[in-house]
Every structure is written in structure tokens, then in C-alpha cells.
């Protein structure tokens, strides 16, 4: 049997076959949306080829993370969702006796090499936009099948008595023995690691994609790119939805509810608004069409028009209006437990866990929106220092060093925050360090704007460090360098935007 992805079928087989021979291995996985994904597809593989397992989370697999894991009794370590990058460091434990590393990962691998490397850039697969994390574990699965499909303890039927009470089957009720049917989870994982560009998945996810349609645990379709059509009012919806500018109904509470008023359709049940998912196809088109017209009568420029439609990814075992039938919001469900530290929550979910520890993640994800709408109103209410060529604030400790980040990016367009300049935002890591995030726009990009470059450069012109993406970067300094740090972003800046503004 060939795998989803022929170009890593080789090295995922030998990575099996590695994990099969070890009597016990410790998974470590990543703590977001897809490091959770990934873990939760590897423990299910794990679990479904009968090999003992335990699994651990870090935020940051630094030295000391790893040393930690050596200090482990374990001969063999899965690492998910990371690994690569720290390579010099893991392979020093390997050389040393310590464990052996089994890695499926999708992140820019480190100078150094080992033999249980399951990452798609070794093989010319673009880690960034055809696999995540979430995608090699998958690979990792699909082989873990055949492998242990392989060995003659397992030959003939699968036992599918009913479940054993051991209540960490994976997503689905029935578990398959080719472990397809864990391809939901992993779109969920690349969705989530923000892989889907112009509205759909690509490459090596699209096999991905395939897989679970034809194991019947998700479902494709076009419609509309909003995010929230499982769970959102549909005013809220239109009112949130701010990818694809609409005037007069995105971030216009009364302008998105005057539009649905406008329309020849029933869309309240019992005085209560209904939600994307609940409508009928005719429901959808008449609203999207509405939508589309409106975008086009108020100047919306027909290449942003087309964002409003994109390839929905639905998981067809959860209900209408969960949170989970949808790889966006689950994948946001995700995020909220891994911001809050708790990644056992986000696992629990992942392995099909419901009743409490559903209840949990939705408690910590209505937490995070109230943070996240709180400090917007902070900084919209304190406003933003403007330097020449970028603005900037401090929270202190008044907003979660994990979420500053998202604020700063969402305070931008408010009263006084402009978004001409890049925004920059300080937040206290602890009492020896600040967190810096920086949001810029797309169209400051396009202008030269790289704020990966600028807060990796100028953080560690103050003795700290950074980097990340052109358009959203973050960095950690010494607490009280931030006036240096400060001076040195602004020239940067301006540097990158040519001076003539
Ligand atoms: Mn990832």
C-alpha cells in the first residue's frame, strides 16, 4: 500500500519500523493548533499498533527542554511538530546514548542530520504551504499502519466489538486500521498552522484532503471563506468577518444586522438569529449573492471579492453548529487551550473526548475572546506612542505576554492607531524580560516592510532575540532595553518604507 504522500513513503516506512521495534517511546509534541493535531494523530497510531507511549508538551524546545527529555527513561522519542530546528542539539543527546529520535516535523531543519527524519523540505516538499506538522505525523500514521498491519500478532479482522472503555480512541467511533481516518485531524493541523492561502489547501495536503473525504471524515465544499459559519449568529458573523472589507458591514454591528434585514429570507429561528451552517443551499446562495453585490456596489475591488468563497472543511462526524465540524474553528478551539497552557485540554479534544472536557475548551476559548476584547479597549482607550515610522505601547502585566501579539493586531484601524505603520507591543514575560510582537499590513509589505528581519536585528542589538514572518514577528528583551530596542525598529523601519513618506 502506497501512502498520501509517495515522496516521504520511504522514510515514514523506516520510521515506523523504528517505532515498532521500541518496547516504549515518549511523544513530544509542540503546544498550538497543530503541534495538539499532531499529537493527537501519533498517540492515536501509537495506540492503534499496540506500542506503550507517553506523551509531553513544550512551548519551546530549547536545550534545556531537551535535556529534560533525555533525562527521560526512554530509549526512543517521537518528536512532533518540531524537532528539525533543534537537530544540532538533539543529535549531541543521540550521539550521546541519551534516546533515539524519531522526528515528524515540517519546520526548516537545523545543520545536522539523523535517520528517523520525517520532514517534507528534505524531500521538495514546501513545509510552509503543502505539510504541517499535523501532515508528517499523518504520513508517520498511514506507515505505522502498514508496518504493524505487517507483523503477524495483528493479521485478520480488527476486533470492532463495540470499543473497549479505554476511552482514547481517536475521533472517530470506528477506528479504521489504515488510520485514514485520522486525515481530519490533520487538516485541522494545516488549517490551523494558517496553510490554506487563497482559500484552500495545496500539495501534499490536497492527498490529505482526499483521504478523509474517502474515509467519510470530512466533507469539501465551496463556500463562503467566513470564519465562525458553525458557531457565529449570522450578524456576527458578517460584522467579525474583516479579511474581505465590506463597508457598512464589517465591523458595523447595526450595518451587518440593517443588511439581513434587507433580505427576502427567514433568517431568525424563534427570535433568535440562525447561524451560517443551519441554512439551506438556497438560503446560502441567496445570502452569498446579496453579500457579493453589496461588496460590489460599495467599490470592493473584484480580486478581494473573490476571498469571500473558499474550500470549506468540514468534519462530518461532529454536529451542526459544533465548533469542531468546522478544521477553521477547531483549529481556534485548539489554539485557546494551548495559549492557556493547557495542551491536555486541546489533546482531550483531539482524541474525541467530549462532556467536560469539550465544555473546558469552550470555557477557555470564551476567556480568550474576553481577553483579547478587553485589551483591545485598553489600548484603544491609552492609545499608541507614535514614532516616526512606526507606533507602539507597553501593557506591562495587564495583557497576557501570549495574546499581546493579537491585540496590537486587531487594536489597528481603532481611534489613533493607524494603519499606515507598523504596530509594536511590549508585554512583560517575566520579571527579567518584555515580549515584543509587531503586526505590520500586507500593503506595508508589499512596500519592503519585513518585521521579521527588523525584530530579529534589533533585538539582538539589545542582547535578546526574535524573528518570524514579514507581516507578524515577535522578539524577547532584557526588561529596560525597550526605549533602545525602540529607536533601532523605527530606523529599521523607515530603512525598509525609503524615507520619503
Ligand atoms: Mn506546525
Known sequence: MTGPVPELEERAIACANRLCAADRVLLASHIDADGLTSAAIAASALERAEIPFETVFEKQLDEAAIAGIAARAYDTVLFTDFGSGQLDVISEHERAGDFTPVIADHHQPADEETEFHLNPLLFGINGASELSGAGASYVLARALADVADATPATDGELATDGGTGTGTGATSRRPRTDNR???????????????????????????????????????????????????????????????????????????????????????????EWRRWAELTADEKQCLASALVQRAVSRGVPA??????????????????????????????????????????????????????????????????????????????????????????????????????????????????????????????KNDDDVKVSARGTHSLVRKGLDLSAVLGEASRAVGGDGGGHDVAAGATVPTGAEEAFLECVDELVGEQLGSER
Not at 237 to 244: H, K, M, N, P, S
Open 303 to 428: 480580486s478581494k471579492i473573490d476571498g469571500l468563497v473558499g474550500t470549506s472543511y468540514v468534519l462530518s462526524a461532529e454536529p451542526v453548529g459544533s465548533e469542531l465540524r468546522d478544521a477553521s474553528e477547531f483549529s481556534t478551539l485548539l489554539n485557546a487551550t494551548a495559549r492557556y497552557d493547557r495542551a491536555d485540554v486541546g489533546l482531550g479534544v483531539c482524541l474525541g473526548n467530549r462532556g467536560d472536557t469539550l465544555e473546558r475548551a469552550r470555557t477557555l476559548l470564551r476567556n480568550h475572546r474576553r481577553n483579547l476584547s478587553e485589551g483591545i479597549d485598553l489600548v484603544t482607550r491609552e492609545g499608541v506612542t507614535h514614532e516616526e515610522h512606526v507606533q507602539w505601547f507597553h501593557a506591562g502585566d495587564r495583557i497576557r505576554e501570549t495574546i499581546v501579539g493579537i491585540v496590537a493586531g486587531m487594536a489597528v484601524g481603532n481611534d489613533g492607531i493607524s494603519r499606515e505603520k507598523p504596530i509594536v507591543a511590549f508585554a512583560d
Open 181 to 271: 481516518d485520522l486525515a481530519a485531524l490533520a487538516v485541522v493541523g494545516a488549517v490551523g498552522d494558517m496553510q490554506a492561502s487563497g482559500g484552500e489547501l495545496h500539495g501534499a495536503n490536497e492527498a490529505i484532503v482526499d483521504d478523509g473525504v474517502e474515509a467519510g471524515v470530512l466533507e469539501t465544499g465551496t463556500d463562503l471563506a467566513l470564519y465562525g459559519k458553525q458557531t457565529r449568529p449570522l450578524p456576527k458573523l458578517l460584522e467579525y468577518a474583516t479579511d474581505v472589507y465590506i463597508p457598512g458591514i464589517s465591523n458595523d454591528e447595526s450595518g451587518a444586522l440593517r443588511f439581513l434585514d434587507g433580505l427576502d429570507l427567514e433568517l431568525k429561528d424563534d427570535g
